[in-house]
């Protein structure tokens, strides 16, 4: 029930496209979804976050996507670029009053000049 | 500004041989401390957390164990590694008692048991 399910394990997209990154979850307690990006031999680094009360929130080209009732949560990335190859975790957390994230499996993105 | 500081970034070890990996935190009081581990082309997994100097508490039984002597320094060891302990060691932190704050990850360091 502490899983995070992430799919899919790689993708490749062409510059300029969207990537679609998804991931689903169990626990209903969760109440906190960050997306974080990690460059080879480097420690993540937090790209985005949602919180549960909104269905989506945009920063520049990243977008989160939930869907509260399906217990799933989305990354799409516009307008790919290669500076955009990485990879990227989805995690969530409970509300304890510590950050205890449970990470998803990782996606290895790689945008195509 | 807060920064985190993780050593060594490399390291090959022998079977058998002890380990002892450092990480520091600038620019904070009283952080959220932790330990992951990641390992090639796999997820992270949270290894050890702490709350405060000599709070420290274990989230899977292994081969590994965390002390933090001093607020803002925390340290995994082991004193036999196996083979099995290689991976991406990330040493983290985060502002304490409020959920929904971000994890601030060191740049981590490499294990190599051989």
Same mark, same amino acid.
């Given at each position: 029930q502490q899983q995070v399910k992430q799919s899919p394990q790689s993708l490749i997209v062409q510059k300029g496209g969207i990537s679609i990154i998804n991931c689903a979850y169990e &626990? !209903?307690? +969760?109440?906190y979804f960050p997306w974080y990006q990690q460059f080879p031999g480097k420690g993540p680094a937090l790209l985005i976050a949602i919180r549960p009360d909104v269905s989506e929130k945009k920063e520049g080209r990243f977008t989160i996507s939930f869907n509260k009732s399906a217990k799933q949560f989305s990354l799409h990335i516009m /307008?790919? *670029?290669? @500076? /955009?190859s990485a990879t990227y975790f989805c995690a969530a957390s409970v &509300? !304890? @009053? +510590? *950050?205890k994230l449970v990470f998803g499996t990782g996606t290895r993105l790689l945008v195509s000049p | 500004s807060q920064t985190i500081h993780q050593w060594p970034a490399t390291l090959v070890q022998p079977v058998g041989s002890p380990l002892s990996l450092e990480c520091t935190v600038e620019g904070t009081s009283n952080p959220n401390l932790y330990w992951y581990r990641q390992a090639a082309g796999r997820g992270l997994q949270l290894l050890f957390y702490s709350?405060?100097?000599?709070?420290i508490s274990s989230e899977v039984p292994q081969n590994l164990s965390a002390s933090r002597p001093q607020d803002r320094q925390f340290i995994l060891s082991s004193k036999k590694l196996l083979l099995s302990d290689s991976g991406f060691y990330l040493c983290a932190w985060s502002v304490p008692l409020t959920s929904g704050n971000t994890i601030y990850f060191g740049e981590g360091s490499w294990l190599t048991v051989v």
């Open positions: &626990n !209903t307690a +969760f109440d /307008d790919s *670029q290669p @500076g /955009d &509300n !304890t @009053g +510590f *950050q | 709350i405060g100097i000599d709070q």
